[in-house]
């Protein structure tokens, strides 16, 4: 129902709510815990405010944070309430049951470079946690140039835990902000974009990134088309709220940067319709629908090569 309002209509079908501004990390690159932000809607007054988006029309909600598992009683609740619900977690405070909802993990590649983003300890935590998940999480990744090149390592050792498949990212900064230890300049990212495709090939469905998607982040291909915030699909097709209430333009924030945006959502949404594409569209139903699953990988053996590397064997 969501892909045909997507289709047949130019409404706004999702909401992307921080349902908290706390967090139990304090990750390197991240602006969110060094701000002020103010307080935070109470659980009822959550829970109203995301009912009135939904009467309103929206069908689909993204719960970001700070770390939406400080929250789990509006994460259930909004999993109530929307068609499908998409909740973005550090991993760290385990994957609470989610009816009708698919988890998102983030992590920042493979234990050396993750921790040094994301703290020592974290990705222990984090995939013990993902192991014990009642259902198989989303492994969602943001490229930078700290672990650019460890994309093969990180996708070898994912698809040997129970996840349900993969999703890539890249740093987006902020405007006159020139980030220069994160931010991947443009013509150097699509190397990396080269890369992640040669993944998808290796690997099949689970690696949730296709050519169409790859045709939207190439400065040869369409960004150009997009990166300005009066063309992206964001501002048109999501509203994004602050945990007071307020909205703000984009799910990185006001200042994000369109012209180096490297956001997955656009990626994937503007793959699957300009023009149609089937495989994109199953990227985006895999995100959708917790019960719809990846094919089998292209290369079975490949995998239980990887799997027997990583256990020793
Ligand atoms: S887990 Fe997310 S919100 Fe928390 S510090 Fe890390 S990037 Fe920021
Ligand atoms: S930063 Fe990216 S996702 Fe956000 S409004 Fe700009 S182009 Fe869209």
């Not at 969110?32 to 103010?38: A, G, I, L, S, T």
């Not at 700070?66 to 929250?71: A, D, Q």
């Not at 080269?194 to 469905?205: I, T, V």
Request: one cysteine or more.
């Amino acid at each position: 129902m969501i892909l045909a309002q997507w289709l047949l209509t130019g409404r706004p079908t999702s909401v992307a709510m921080d349902i908290t501004h706390r967090c139990n990390l304090k990750c390197l690159h991240c602006y969110w815990w060094q701000q002020e932000h103010p307080p935070e809607l109470g659980d009822e007054q959550m829970i109203t405010f995301l009912k009135k988006l939904r009467a309103g029309g929206l069908r689909a909600a993204i719960l970001y944070g700070g770390e939406p598992t400080l929250r789990p009683k509006i994460c259930r609740a909004a999993a109530g309430i929307f068609d499908a619900t998409l909740a973005f977690t550090n991993g760290i405070n385990g994957f609470p049951e989610l009816e009708n909802g698919q988890w998102i993990l983030s992590l920042d590649g493979p234990e050396r470079e993750n921790d040094r983003i994301r703290g020592v300890g974290v990705y222990r935590e984090a995939t013990k946690n993902l192991k014990a998940a009642s259902s198989p999480p989303i492994v969602h990744m943001t490229i930078n140039r700290l672990n650019q090149n460890s994309l093969a390592q990180f996708t070898e050792e994912m698809l040997t835990l129970p996840v349900k498949g993969l999703g890539f990212s890249f740093v987006t900064p902020n405007q006159g902000v020139a980030d220069e230890n994160l931010f991947i300049p443009l013509r150097e990212r699509n190397r990396v974009v080269m890369e992640l495709l040669s993944l998808r090939k290796k690997y099949g469905e689970k690696v949730g990134f296709t050519q169409a998607m790859a045709q939207q982040l190439l400065t040869h291909g369409t960004f150009n088309q997009w990166n300005r915030s009066s063309a992206c699909p964001v501002t048109r097709r999501v509203r994004c709220y602050r945990s007071d209430g307020r909205p703000k333009a984009c799910t990185y924030g006001d200042q994000a940067d369109c012209s180096r945006c490297g956001c997955a959502a656009v990626v994937a949404y503007r793959g699957a319709f300009n023009p149609l594409d089937y495989r994109t569209l199953r990227v985006i139903l895999g995100l959708l629908s917790p019960a719809y699953g990846a094919k089998q990988p292209y290369d079975e053996k490949s995998i239980a090569n990887i799997s027997g590397k990583i256990n020793g064997r």
